[in-house]
């Protein structure tokens, strides 16, 4: 059972004896660094840039440049290395959330170069063509074999256009094992001999391309709300399902004892149910402003209608409690724009792109059939198969970086954050893999801690990372 701490540094044990009391002199990095332009930077924030292959397998072949940042270490004398952020999405960019998080990471940077670079997702995110910024159609959920087939050839003809009409080669090399690569292109032109790595969300697929690859060249490794990819995608959306069931539930909860929410002193967690039953049986007719007239079958408002944070002061909560009391009413105005937006966006062969090469689509028919009928058992609420892996049916390219496990072994003990009303979970499964290795709970709502300025859990990633210290096992963090 998760005991709660009275502070950062309680019950920290040492898991890795520090060799060497004298900190090593800077490293000699081959990266021309610059001060960056811009208004309103951190300030000492540095910029630079390096060229890396877009396809690996042919290192002379094209190249796609990476903007580099770093904000420099603040006791020279004392340095200890560099700590290289990864950031999710896939397409965020890690320079902007090392703006963002810089003045939480004031104290890491006493010890170390922060440094942050725009993956190759994020570029091709600003370079694809218009064809791949399309949906191929607007995503619904397959009710047998033969509508399977149907939306497989459907999502082929948008990837094939995507891929005739993209100039930068990247369409078919955004996979995490080409992203782990060009982390050790930057680690190189660092001049590091090992990083210390801070990985969020999606960047958990790219930290575990990056063990895979190059597991003597990480010196420490930070996971805050991430996800395990090497169990395959079925089984990491089956885990997130609980955690979507348990905050439906603490909703109606909230509800019950919120005069302001829309449906309260009903059983509101059932009236969603409801809503969503209603639905599939008749879908309710919307228009949004971006993406024309459409409905809200039941899938997609169990998909992406729900919202399982509250926000400050539980505004969203109240604001989704509104929208079901209209949608069942037949008014769904509410959710038209979010559930419609999402409905084609991960319908577009651009953003899937950035996906699929990890593997995340089905196999066939089959194994979707069988992974709705998991979902019905864990969350019953929610029930239905996953829309980020159906986009990727119909996917061309030969999956680069499939799911399979990890070799763990020689690894140096890890430090995750997960927030037990949501990615715990998926980050404990990842820690787990590491012998020795310990994940903190945060106590409350939200997603990517060191990116939300929590004070407790950046207070225990700046332990690990700077003296290889974990937390005690059960440690968690109380909600700021």
Wanted: a neutral charge; hydrophobic letters at 40%; one cysteine or more.
């Amino acid at each position: 059972m998760l005991g709660k701490l009275t502070g950062p540094a309680a019950g920290l044990t040492m898991v890795a004896a520090l060799t060497g009391l004298t900190p090593p002199a800077a490293a000699q990095s081959g990266v021309a660094w610059r001060p960056c332009a811009g208004e309103g930077l951190p300030e000492g924030m540095e910029c630079a840039a390096i060229k890396v292959p877009v396809d690996w397998a042919r290192p002379r072949g094209r190249k796609v440049e990476l903007e580099l940042a770093r904000l420099p270490v603040g006791e020279p004398g004392r340095r200890i290395g560099s700590v290289l952020g990864v950031p999710g999405g896939p397409g965020a960019d890690g320079i902007e959330d090392l703006k963002h998080a810089a003045g939480d990471l004031t104290e890491l940077r006493r010890r170390f170069d922060l440094v942050a670079y725009k993956p190759r997702n994020a570029v091709w995110r600003e370079r694809m063509p218009a064809s791949c910024g399309r949906p191929a159609l607007t995503l619904s959920e397959p009710r047998d074999r033969r509508q399977y087939a149907a939306l497989s050839a459907t999502m082929a003809k948008g990837f094939k256009a995507c891929r005739d009409d993209d100039r930068t080669g990247l369409f078919a090399h955004l996979d995490s094992l080409s992203v782990a690569r060009d982390m050790d292109a930057v680690r190189q032109a660092l001049g590091e001999k090992r990083l210390s790595l801070m990985a969020n969300s999606y960047g958990g697929v790219p930290a575990a391309a990056y063990i895979r690859l190059f597991p003597q060249r990480i010196r420490a490794m930070y996971l805050d709300g991430v996800v395990n990819q090497t169990e395959g995608w079925p089984t990491t959306n089956l885990v997130a399902a609980g955690g979507m069931e348990a905050a439906l539930t603490r909703f109606g909860r909230w509800c019950a004892e919120t005069p302001a929410c829309a449906l309260h002193g009903q059983d509101a967690a059932e009236v969603w149910r409801e809503l969503t039953r209603d639905a599939d049986r008749e879908p309710i007719p919307v228009t949004s402003e971006q993406f024309g007239e459409g409905e809200l079958t039941g899938w997609r408002l169990r998909s992406f209608g729900f919202v399982p944070d509250p926000g400050q002061d539980g505004s969203r909560w109240l604001a989704f409690a509104a929208s079901v009391d209209k949608a069942r009413r037949g008014d769904g105005s509410g959710f038209a724009e979010f559930v419609l937006g999402n409905a084609n966006v991960w319908a577009m062969p651009g953003a899937l792109a950035m996906t699929c090469g990890d593997e995340r689509g089905y196999t066939g028919w089959d194994q979707l059939r069988e992974y709705r009928r998991q979902f019905r058992e864990v969350a019953p609420s929610f029930a239905g198969a996953s829309f980020d892996a159906l986009g990727c049916t119909g996917w061309p390219v030969e999956v680069a970086n499939p799911a399979r496990p990890l070799d763990t072994r020689g690894l140096p003990p890890m430090l995750g954050v997960g927030t037990l009303e949501g990615d715990f979970p998926w980050t404990e499964r990842f820690t787990q893999m590491v012998p020795g290795s310990v994940t903190v709970g945060y106590d409350g709502p939200g997603h990517v801690m060191y990116l939300s300025g929590k004070k407790c859990p950046i207070a225990y990633a700046t332990a690990y990372l700077t003296e290889l210290r974990l937390p005690a096992p059960g440690t968690v963090c109380p909600a700021e």
